[in-house]
């Protein structure tokens, strides 16, 4: 990967100030910063390409279409799809969740089917699967967690029976900061005829991720948290599955043909596209794809897990302050949640925002696994690749200057 200082540069934002000191920005698990190569090509769209896309024939449409599908094709590559047919522009993580959820479970989820998902779920990988069984009658399980905090592999196998006709766990944990054995867990639901269907949202902007190797079903992330732009996402489908489902939005953009009393749909992908996309945030994606690209995701990869391998065991060693998640290196991403003894993370998260480090407090959208932790919230410090070690040490300094003022009022 390029020299930190050279990279740090492409990201204007981080170089300001909070409260008087230096802004460390640790909260990358909620967004990302954008690249000034992302804000470019988000400034070149509107200021010279700006039109519909996919029903011109002037030269600003034939434009827009043009970097709009090939940033179509750019996603497919990176997460090497076997055809654009199975890439779906969406909102978001949330939003291809409940694409899934509202298509494939209206259609395939019967009365006495299980749907099975774990403890360590974001709230948009749960609260679509409790609708769709209590509109269908079907039964949602929740594999257990190990004491690390890890998914208990036992209790999947356990849990997942040929009763399930739906998988779908997080491909890591936003809040533990554990990678789940996702091609397992798909072999597992293939064998019982059930789909498997990941949240890719905290594994994508990190490490390699191949679709085709996992064999997952459905696979869904967010372009903001991998230097793209808010408001776009990507829900992949095995082309199989995409053509047997239905979509759940209609209007424009998505049909074939409108006969006055009803309509056929258009090829995929565009069937589930309806109306006007999110052309210049699927354009800001490939730009910040074509960024990642070239840093090389294994790059991105190692270098993260050189900072969990620097600053958990420093956090770790810090008396009264609890961390979350494994204790070990060897499965945890750069996510580390933690509290401070007789302290509330809120004033964990205000305190250190007065040194300058951005960090998170809450329940972080996953409710379920923090009564499973008997917690009502945690800090949450989560590290990318333009963070350095420096802002590590001045981290785990914040947390001891912190811990030190709420026991005796300096800081």
């Known amino acids: 990967m390029k020299a930190i200082d050279k990279l740090r540069a492409n990201f204007p934002i981080l170089f300001q100030e909070v409260n008087d000191e230096p802004l460390i920005y640790l909260d990358n698990a909620a967004t990302t910063q954008k690249p000034k190569q992302v804000l470019e090509v988000l400034n070149q769209y509107y200021q010279q390409d700006n039109a519909n896309v996919h029903r011109g024939v002037h030269t600003l449409g034939e434009r827009a279409t043009t970097a709009y599908e090939a940033s179509r094709e750019k996603v497919r590559q990176f997460i090497n799809a076997h055809s654009t047919k199975e890439i779906l522009f969406t909102r978001g993580t949330t939003t291809s969740l409940n694409w899934v959820a509202r298509s494939f479970g209206d259609q395939f989820v019967e009365d006495g089917d299980e749907i099975v998902i774990s403890y360590m779920e974001h709230h948009s990988n749960i609260v679509p699967w409790q609708q769709i069984a209590k509109r269908k009658g079907a039964i949602l399980k929740y594999i257990e967690l190990t004491d690390e905090g890890e998914l208990d592999m036992q209790d999947a196998r356990q849990k997942i029976t040929p009763k399930t006709k739906i998988v779908s766990l997080t491909h890591s944990s936003n809040v533990l900061g554990v990678t789940n054995p996702i091609k397992e867990l798909a072999q597992l639901a293939h064998e019982v005829g059930a789909i498997m269907v990941a949240d890719g949202a905290q594994a994508v902007p990190h490490m390699p991720v191949d679709v085709q190797e996992l064999d997952v079903d459905f696979y869904a992330f967010s372009g903001h948290k991998m230097c793209g732009p808010t408001g776009i996402g ?129 329940h972080h959208c996953a409710q379920p696994l923090l009564r499973y932790l008997d917690v009502s919230a945690t800090a949450r410090a989560s590290f990318y690749f333009y963070n350095t070690l420096e802002e590590v040490d001045k981290f785990i300094d914040a947390v001891i200057a912190t811990k030190e003022f709420f026991s005796h009022g300096i800081i």
């Open 234 to 362: 990507v829900l992949y489908g095995k082309q199989s599955w995409l053509e047997k489902i239905e979509p759940i939005e209609f209007g424009g953009e998505m049909i074939d043909f409108v006969y006055d009393q009803e309509s056929t749909w258009a090829e995929l992908p565009y069937k589930f596209e309806a109306g006007t996309p999110n052309i210049a945030g699927a354009i800001g994606l490939g730009a910040a794809i074509d960024y990642l690209t070239a840093l090389d995701m294994s790059q991105i990869h190692a270098y993260e897990q050189a900072i969990v391998e620097y600053v958990l065991p420093k956090l770790q060693a810090i008396e009264g302050v609890t961390v979350y998640g494994p204790s070990t290196t060897a499965n945890h991403t750069a996510v580390l949640s933690f509290n401070i003894d007789g302290v509330h993370p809120h004033d964990v998260a205000t305190a250190m925002d007065m040194q300058g480090v951005a960090v998170r407090a809450g």
